[in-house]
Nanobody
């Protein structure tokens, strides 16, 4: 059974940092993406990482967020720095065939 499980969300003040994790089981992770969905908005791509570690990011998070991976742990991370209230959302990891259930990030002003 394939599972993607996000963790690490929580409440943080603006300017703070959080690191999200996405642990995969039942599948070897190749390309992994992070999406987010803010209240009342559509889900949007935050960024992605290839099997070789190449990353790309949405303009809104470029320079603040970093995606990395630990292949030995079959886990992908999303390091979020300089968080803003507009980063508040449920964050999901995905292989596009499979999706996690999401983890909530709330950034207070």
């Amino acid at each position: 059974q394939v599972q993607l499980v996000e963790s690490g969300g929580g409440l943080v003040q603006a300017g703070g940092s959080l690191r999200l994790s996405c642990a995969a089981s039942g599948i070897s992770v190749n390309v992994m993406g992070w999406y987010r969905q803010a209240p009342g908005k559509e889900r949007e791509l935050v960024g992605a990482i290839s099997s070789a570690g190449t990353t790309n990011y949405a303009d809104s998070v470029k320079g603040r967020f970093t995606i990395s991976r630990d292949n030995a742990k079959n886990t992908v991370y999303l390091q979020m720095n300089s968080l803003k209230p507009e980063d508040t959302a449920v964050y999901y990891c995905t292989t596009w065939n499979y999706w996690g259930k999401g983890t909530l990030v709330t950034v207070s002003s």
